[in-house]
């Protein structure tokens, strides 16, 4: 079984400060780990993702995550906040058969001018 | 490269009707594919999932059932909707193999 939680269902950011969304997970196996970004009313994005090798992975638009096993947890943070970064972000988890995505239960990032 | 179309884009349905949300791959054969529900402050949920043709999973018993009449066409079907279908669903296809989906841009399902 495999499972996701997020731990800020809302986070808001000032323009140009550092963004930090949290992620812990859940696994029987050795997961690998996504984050997707949802613009409203549209489909998802991938942002980046962890598939065993480097445990820093570098995504697109200037957001990265850490995958520590030791605290199961895998946060995409970003260092200064842009405007265009307001959307709801999606901390997913793969395992097992491989089959199978569990999508957490999202975070709305909100960015103030 | 490999697409994925999902349509409509929106739709007002009324309590009782029917449902068809169709999605098709394209680009490549013999996808993972998946339909996902994302209802206010939930997150998404994983409805049906099909490893080939003929082939379905369901995740969540409930009013829906899902088809694959062909390799890269998937479909989401209901026969009498319900109030508490509305929502948005989301297509999305994976290889075999592989380790990361794609997604359609989505149906926002509104049942009146």
């Known amino acids: 079984a495999q499972s996701v939680t997020q731990l800020d269902s809302h986070v808001s950011v000032s323009e140009g400060t550092p963004v930090l969304l949290r992620c812990n997970y859940s696994?029987?196996?050795?997961?690998?780990l996504f984050w997707y970004v949802q613009h409203p009313n549209k489909g998802l994005q991938l942002l980046l993702k962890?598939?065993?090798?480097?445990?820093l992975v570098k995504g697109i638009n200037g957001f990265e995550a850490e995958f520590k096993k030791s605290e199961t947890s895998f946060h995409l943070t970003k260092p200064s906040a842009h405007m265009s970064d307001a959307a709801e972000y999606f901390c997913v988890v793969m395992s097992g058969s491989a089959r199978q995505l569990t999508f957490g239960s999202g975070t709305q990032l909100t960015v103030l001018p | 490269s490999q697409t994925i179309h999902q349509w409509p884009a929106t739709l007002v349905q009324p309590v009782g009707s029917p449902l068809s949300l169709e999605c098709t791959v394209e680009g490549t054969s013999n996808p993972n594919l998946y339909w996902y529900r994302q209802a206010a402050g939930r997150g998404l949920q994983l409805l049906f999932y099909?490893?080939?043709?003929?082939?379905i999973s369901s995740e969540v018993p409930q009013n829906l059932s899902a088809s694959r009449p062909q390799d890269r066409q998937f479909i989401l079907s209901s026969k009498k909707l319900l109030l508490s279908d509305s929502g948005f669903y989301l297509c999305?296809?994976?290889?075999?193999?592989?380790?990361?989906?794609?997604f359609g841009q989505g149906t926002r399902l509104t049942v009146v």
């Open positions: 099909s490893v080939g043709i003929g082939q």
């Open positions: 999305a296809w994976k290889k075999g193999g592989g380790t990361e989906a794609f």
């Open positions: 696994s029987s196996y050795s997961p690998s």
């Open positions: 962890y598939t065993s090798a480097a445990t």
